[in-house]
């Protein structure tokens, strides 16, 4: 399975509209991977926080039309990072949409915790409520956004569910770039299960970020990184080595809290 991650810039000086088309473009080169990776809130900027009410859409809005093109275009799995999302009856929400190769929209994922302690995201937008995987061909996949990776409990959630492999698109900051590769190391070891953290590079009003995206394995082998910069990080990922390191080393197994209710 072949993974692209395409840490794109976020440049305040480049309109959305153009960014938009831009990613489109870059996904569209990355014809012949499997799944293909953008960052979260790369239209606006993870923490320009005084744009996403002004460019919040609806969730088939305009970046819904061009990312679902754009999958459609070039054959893949796209999980097009996540945009500030327009609920009509109620608040905006950061949200993640996964396209299939045919355009269709696979699946969508409401952030769960939001970053900002009483401020910012966490004041500006609402909680999302369910984890969510969707089912590729190759393996599960777990959806999970930027400030999610501090929460190990809802990766397990994911792994209830059948996820082998956990993507995280982010808009993390630079100065916490410690955290984000640790993390993204400690989610995949705990979980016997691929990682594949996005992230976006340039600066989101003011705040320079980490770039820094990562693909770790099941063992939590850092198989590729990306620089500071716009780069798209390309990887081969082996789908069957999250089961394999699961029955080598079956720590999942031991698990006494927090298991899931049996199902039916």
Request: glycine residues 8%; aromatic residues 8%.
């Amino acid at each position: 399975m072949r993974a692209s991650l395409i840490q794109i810039a976020v440049d305040e000086d480049e309109s959305v509209a153009s960014r938009r088309q831009r990613a489109a473009s870059l996904v569209r080169d990355q014809a012949g991977s499997d799944l293909v990776v953008l960052p979260e809130l790369w239209t606006t900027g993870a923490f320009a926080y005084e744009e996403f009410a002004t460019e919040a859409e609806p969730l088939e809005g305009p970046t819904y039309e061009v990312m679902a093109k754009a999958a459609s275009d070039a054959g893949v799995w796209l999980h097009a990072g996540s945009i500030p999302e327009r609920d009509p009856e109620g608040p905006l929400y950061n949200t993640s949409l996964v396209f299939s190769p045919s355009g269709d929209l696979a699946a969508a994922y409401r952030k769960i915790h939001r970053f900002g302690f009483d401020k910012g995201e966490a004041v500006l937008m609402g909680a999302g409520r369910e984890p969510v995987t969707v089912r590729l061909p190759e393996t599960t996949v777990g959806l999970a956004t930027c400030y999610d990776l501090r929460f190990p409990e809802l990766f397990r959630s994911l792994v209830d569910a059948g996820a082998e492999t956990l993507v995280v698109p982010a808009g993390w900051p630079e100065r916490r770039r410690a955290h984000w590769t640790l993390l993204a190391q400690a989610r995949a070891v705990e979980n016997q299960a691929f990682v594949l953290a996005c992230g976006t590079a340039g600066t989101h009003a003011g705040v320079p970020q980490a770039g820094h995206s990562i693909v770790v394995d099941p063992w939590g082998e850092v198989l590729a990184e990306a620089g500071a910069g716009e780069e798209v990080l390309t990887v081969d990922l082996d789908p069957a080595k999250p089961a394999a390191t699961r029955e080598q080393f079956p720590a999942l197994k031991d698990r006494v809290l927090g298991l899931a209710p049996p199902r039916h």
